[in-house]
């Protein structure tokens, strides 16, 4: 699942709206707050060394600034804790960057290698104390030699320092990012969605969209203070319904909630291995399996119907609950298609 989520946000920032918000809100400069999408170029990002060592990289954008070209060479550091020898990767980076450039005569008129701003996004709980330099990886040098070493910078954003109160006024999706990942109240968390299902109202390509969509269901379904959201009315993106956007969180847990009956079923086998194996008889032992079996399978189906059922109630009527308790497996399973079908709660088991 975090592997997932990391893929995810990687993908976000494939698109130069999330780029250009990235810069405007974060990177520190006159030039990156009035950056036109039609400034933006991505490049190839895996290069190859004169060893012959492939290096497959984050994300490279070349910018169009003034009239001149600026490459931005991102790194998206998803660990748990700093990287001591980030500044060193990053020189490796960037010459191998250079290298490539070189190899490919995109040099400017003048034959001159462009500017590069490298810069680490790090989402990590840890604090981030790597050095943000070459030299602070280097020992003291000899009196004269300071001159001679090479020397590299990067700008770091790390998300858990940087400013995440939202500014309607200038609706960066970016920031509502960061905003979304460090809230830990359900209140907070529904803000940011409001905002973002606000700014998206204005128009949103197709393709990010659907990736904005996919990453926010996916937030929503990790944080345990977002349990049984149900988005209303305010809730629309862009073109998106709500029945649109309710099944998109809805489709994402599908598949979540498909593993955990699985995992229950297999509990259920091994509950009933254990039973069947104290009574030491092989009637026993059957009898106990397919007991643990069915147990396991009625529990898991009993509960992802409720689940789905708050979804779009916020609650589970008692008398719900009753039909819930009472039904067989086959019984539960039609309910569970119908419901991730798009029927209503009160529909489906009124008709009951």
Request: glycine fraction near 6%; aromatic fraction near 8%; include cysteine.
């Amino acid at each position: 699942m975090k592997a997932d989520h990391d893929t995810g946000y990687k993908q976000l920032f494939a698109y130069p709206e999330l780029m250009r918000d990235l810069l405007r809100g974060f990177v520190p400069y006159s030039w990156a707050k009035d950056l036109k999408l039609s400034a933006f170029e991505r490049i190839n990002a895996s290069y190859v060394g004169e060893n012959g060592e492939h290096r497959h990289d984050d994300m490279v954008w070349r910018l169009r600034v003034g009239g001149e070209c600026v490459y931005i060479y991102l790194v998206l550091e998803f660990q748990s804790s700093s990287d001591r020898w980030m500044a060193l990767r990053m020189q490796v980076y960037v010459g191998l960057l250079y290298q490539d450039l070189i190899r490919q005569r995109k040099l400017n008129r003048r034959g001159k290698l462009p500017p590069v701003l490298p810069i680490v996004l790090y989402s990590g709980k840890r604090p981030w104390n790597a050095s943000h330099s070459l030299s602070g990886l280097r020992l003291a040098q000899p009196e004269g030699l300071a001159e001679f070493q090479p020397e590299l910078k990067y700008l770091l954003i790390d998300q858990s320092k940087v400013r995440t109160a939202l500014d309607d006024t200038e609706r960066n999706v970016v920031a509502a990012l960061f905003a979304l990942e460090q809230s830990r109240s359900r209140q907070a968390c529904v803000d940011v969605l409001r905002s973002l299902a606000n700014w998206l109202q204005a128009g949103c390509a197709q393709p990010l969209r659907d990736s904005l969509l996919r990453w926010l269901s996916g937030c929503v379904q990790r944080k345990e203070c977002m349990a049984d959201f149900v988005p209303d009315e305010e809730f629309v993106m862009g073109n998106l319904t709500l029945d649109e956007w309710t099944q998109s969180i809805v489709r994402e847990a599908k598949e979540t909630r498909r593993r955990e009956c699985a995992a229950a079923r297999a509990e259920g086998v091994a509950e009933g291995k254990a039973e069947g194996k104290a009574l030491g008889m092989a009637a026993g032992k059957a009898a106990g399996m397919a007991a643990g079996v069915e147990l396991g399978r009625l529990e898991a189906l009993r509960e992802v119907v409720k689940r789905t059922v708050r979804r779009q109630s916020r609650a589970v009527p008692a008398a719900v609950a009753a039909q819930i308790k009472s039904a067989a497996a086959p019984q539960l399973e039609a309910w569970l298609d119908r419901l991730l079908d798009g029927a209503s709660v009160q529909e489906l088991f009124n008709a009951e």
